[in-house]
């Protein structure tokens, strides 16, 4: 059976330790997903983002994401899954996700799928910093927005 690591952090993500925690003879295929704080957002200079979340409630929805990969990508894939709550500045990780397969179609299938759901169903909120000294929270992605089904959905 696959394993399956999920945290809302604040420290730092580590890519390394996802890449560690994948380490697996049988796995072909490692995908991952960093995301970053751009410095821009519909053309405003931004300096920074802030997170928060509901811990309890963003891990509980984690570990249901990841359990569903492995329901449709195989239960022998491992899943890592890490959000960061506080605030970062640009180029700092938000979050990082890696998945680890015997094959790279599941393996980005499955990676995907683990991001789209994220944004869609986790409690985390994001307030961006301006350059221009204001501040703004992002209004959350709703699952009505979704243009097409995902892959293996």
Same mark, same amino acid.
């Given at each position: 059976m696959g394993r399956i690591h999920v945290a809302v952090c604040e420290t730092p993500l580590s890519?390394?330790?996802?890449l560690a925690f994948l380490d697996d003879p049988g796995h072909g295929a490692v995908c991952t997903f960093i995301g970053k704080v751009r410095n821009t957002n519909l053309d405003k200079p931004v300096g920074g983002v802030s997170y928060d979340a509901f811990d309890a409630l963003v891990v509980n929805t984690f570990r249901a994401i990841a359990?569903?990969?492995q329901a449709r990508w195989g239960g !022998?894939?491992?899943?890592?899954? !890490?959000?960061?709550?506080?605030?970062?500045?640009i180029g700092g990780i938000s979050v990082v996700i890696a998945v680890g397969s015997g094959h790279r179609? !599941?393996?980005?299938?499955?990676?995907?799928?683990?991001?789209? !759901?994220?944004?869609?169903?986790?409690?985390?909120?994001?307030?961006e910093h301006y350059l221009a000294g204001?501040?703004?929270?992002?209004?959350?992605?709703?699952?009505r927005d979704r243009p097409e089904p995902l892959p293996g959905g």
């Open positions: 890519c390394d330790a996802a359990e569903e990969v !022998e894939l491992d899943v890592w899954l !890490e959000h960061f709550k506080g605030r970062l500045d179609e !599941e393996s980005f299938a499955a990676c995907r799928y683990v991001i789209e !759901e994220v944004k869609h169903r986790s409690p985390i909120w994001k307030q204001d501040s703004e929270w992002i209004p959350g992605h709703s699952l």
